[in-house]
């Protein structure tokens, strides 16, 4: 009877254990994506963070303890809670300040980094400082747009400075440019509301002072920048820590892969190799993130002089837009058919992804040479990293649909993303390579 005791006491105390333990787990999930923390932020100073993790730690101790009045739990007592709640505030600050850490230094050496313009004037040189000294935060201004002698001649020798009338929308278009912020402190609302437009309109983030603003808007958000909060337009996906799984999958996803296919990486090259003269891997410059170009890299399907060839076939072409697609293509190879009705042969973006310059799902990254025919309104899918697969490549017989309905599903992808959309796409992409349903 005694042993039968202790044993249902056990089970008891073991069952309400783990009930917290499971309840812990997701209520810290929650709270992070429902609050600041989950945010990686550039610029905040350390006690910001402290304070924030400090705030959700005792919202969670609080539940913790009204879970134990509601539904007893003998075994628990408010001091082990306590001291529960303590070490998951201590073990998960401290983490996030070693990503934090980690960040700062990575963005220090010039990865990551932001490109902006300053639209400035003589109130402006605090922001300007702060931005040209803190490397860690990932900015570089490429341009300060201003009237002010001042900033002219205290910036001139460094940064390319024009007048404030210049053109922000031909600069955004036809330059890498990753942010706008206007730090003025005389601020015209018509002024703010052209300049929301034209950043909105591409996809370039645009920040403004909001302590010199009247302007308000459900679209903005409040970040933290120079110690102070900015206004924040953002208009590409920009939940923080699903943005950062994203990253963390696509690197190690990626590095894992590249491993795991070596094998299929050599088979395929073989064959490319038996098939037909020329090298294994075609590489060609494409756009990427607002503007950046980049070498991709494919298993070649084409004979070797098929650059040379297409001026020939330009007449053929069956698809609309700034595109080129041929359905029985006169250069594609024999096992480069193959590849393409598998999608075999975007394999090596894997190392592009691992490089940083592209991501496993996001738009197709398009050629210079289509680029400057996009309407101004498609420039935004170069908003993202590009991926090695999207909507559009998944959609069974794909080169039948319009490129303006194309160009609209990766917008779509754009203003829908999510991680559970990402590996939806994912799993599609995996069936088309297993049932050859593209070409």
């Not at 799984?245 to 590249?258: A, C, P």
């Not at 330009?314 to 590849?339: A, M, Q, Y």
């Not at 393409?340 to 210079?368: A, H, W």
């Not at 999207?390 to 649909?401: E, G, H, K, L, Y």
Request: proline share 3%; aromatic share 14%.
């Amino acid at each position: 009877m005694l042993w039968d005791s202790l044993s249902s006491q056990s089970v008891v105390f073991n069952t309400e254990f783990i009930l917290l333990g499971i309840y812990n787990l997701f209520s810290w999930i929650l709270l992070y994506r429902l609050t600041i923390i989950a945010k990686l932020p550039r610029t905040q100073r350390y006690i910001q963070i402290f304070f924030n993790f400090a705030r959700v730690a005792f919202l969670e101790l609080t539940i913790l303890f009204v879970l134990k009045y509601i539904f007893g739990f003998a075994s628990v007592s408010y001091i082990f809670l306590f001291i529960y709640a303590g070490l998951n505030f201590f073990i998960l600050f401290h983490l996030r300040v070693f990503t934090y850490r980690l960040f700062k230094t990575y963005r220090a050496k010039g990865y990551d980094i932001h490109k902006v313009i300053v639209i400035a004037d003589t109130h402006s040189e605090s922001l300007i400082e702060k931005i040209m000294n803190n490397k860690d935060w990932g900015f570089k201004i490429v341009k300060i747009m201003s009237d002010s002698p001042v900033i002219r001649y205290k910036y001139g020798k460094d940064i390319t400075i024009l007048p404030e009338s210049a053109d922000l929308k031909n600069l955004i278009d036809n330059e890498v440019v990753d942010e706008v912020i206007l730090a003025k402190r005389r601020i015209l609302k018509d002024q703010l509301k052209e300049l929301t437009g034209i950043c909105n309109e591409v996809g370039v983030i645009f920040r403004q002072q909001s302590g010199l603003s009247s302007f308000r808007s459900s679209g903005f958000q409040f970040y933290t920048m120079n110690n102070a909060e900015m206004l924040t337009l953002i208009d590409t996906p920009s939940s923080n820590l699903a943005q950062f799984y994203k990253q963390v999958t696509d690197l190690y996803f990626s590095f894992l892969m590249l491993l795991f296919l070596f094998p299929v990486f050599l088979i395929i090259a073989l064959l490319i190799k038996l098939d037909s003269r020329g090298p294994v891997f075609f590489k060609q410059e494409r756009v990427g993130l607002r503007g950046r170009r980049f070498k991709l890299y494919k298993f070649r399907s084409m004979v070797t002089d098929a650059e040379k060839i297409l001026a020939n076939l330009s007449g053929d072409n069956e698809v609309d837009g700034p595109v080129f697609k041929i359905r029985n293509d006169p250069r594609i190879t024999r096992i480069g058919r193959i590849l393409r009705k598998t999608g075999l042969d975007e394999l090596p973006q894997l190392y592009n992804v691992f490089r940083g310059e592209m991501s496993l799902i996001g738009p197709r990254p398009p050629l210079p040479s289509e680029v400057v025919q996009y309407e101004r309104w498609q420039l935004r899918r170069l908003s993202v990293k590009p991926g090695i697969t999207c909507t559009w490549q998944v959609i069974p017989n794909r080169n039948d649909i319009k490129f303006e309905n194309w160009m609209k599903l990766d917008l779509q992808y754009i203003d829908n993303w999510s991680l559970q959309k990402d590996f939806g796409l994912l799993i599609r992409t995996v069936k088309t390579i297993i049932f050859a349903t593209g070409h």
